[in-house]
T-cell receptor, first 118, second 109 residues
Framework: DSGVTQTPKHLITATGQRVTLRCSPR?????VYWYQQSLDQGLQFLIQ???????AKGNILERFSAQQFPDLHSELNLSSLELGDSALYFC?????????????????FGNGTRLTVT | SQQGEEDPQALSIQEGENATMNCSYK?????LQWYRQNSGRGLVHLIL?????REKHSGRLRVTLDTSKKSSSLLITASRAADTASYFC?????????FGTGTSLTVIP
């Protein structure tokens, strides 16, 4: 058990809808990362937060947004969903602040949320 | 793109054999990490090697890093059926943290 909790495990929704994915990081970790994994795109970095502030942005669409709350849990909001958004969405946490510093610490991954857009 | 490329994409071996997978990347790094992913599950950290290290061991895992060639290899010795999974390298550049495309390893009992 990585200590990272993601909910829900599965989500089925229709095109055009909006969903929220939730992540609780491992105790003591201040950084939260979001990744999207699809069969044809591999593991794509979306965004990272450290102690409530955005630290790095990857290939995140404008229809997607995220935030990290004072209790350090994070939410990823996906709106105007398209069929191509169907994927596994992973949250990971670490102690390191991330961008601008050497990580030298592993990421701890949750088991993901499987999103199916129909 | 900084994203690492694993080679081979897929590997099938008999139980007890050694498995070697390689990772190449494009720019300088602070460290390189290897992760394992069982089907449909989250990634699990295996080992981290810093840019000033050349080799590291952890149990049946041996990782090498050649920064001059911008490449790393992961060796799993005496493989077991439970080692069947996808293996990813991840590079830390100090600005980003990139995952490779993965090697799918199948260990046949």
């Amino acid at each position: 058990d990585s200590g990272v909790t993601q909910t829900p495990k599965h989500l089925i929704t229709a095109t055009g809808q909006r969903v929220t994915l939730r992540c609780s990081p491992r105790s003591g970790d201040l950084s939260v990362y979001w990744y999207q994994q699809s069969l044809d795109q591999g593991l794509q970095f979306l965004i990272q937060y450290y102690n409530g502030e955005e630290r790095a942005k990857g290939n995140i669409l404008e229809r997607f947004s995220a935030q990290q709350f004072p209790d350090l849990h994070s939410e990823l909001n996906l709106s105007s969903l398209e069929l191509g958004d169907s994927a596994l969405y992973f949250c990971a946490s670490s102690v390191a602040p991330g961008q601008g510093s050497s990580y030298n610490s592993p990421l701890h991954f949750g088991n993901g949320t499987r999103l199916t857009v129909t | 793109s900084q994203q690492g490329e694993e080679d081979p994409q897929a590997l099938s071996i008999q139980e007890g054999e050694n498995a070697t997978m390689n990772c190449s990347y494009k720019t300088s790094i602070n460290n390189l990490q290897w992760y394992r992913q069982n089907s449909g599950r989250g990634l699990v950290h295996l080992i981290l090697i810093r840019s000033n290290e050349r080799e590291k061991h952890s149990g049946r895992l041996r990782v090498t890093l050649d920064t001059s060639k911008k490449s790393s290899s992961l060796l799993i010795t005496a493989s077991r059926a439970a080692d069947t999974a996808s293996y990813f390298c991840a590079t830390d550049t100090g600005n980003q943290f990139y995952f490779g495309t993965g090697t799918s390893l199948t260990v046949i009992p």
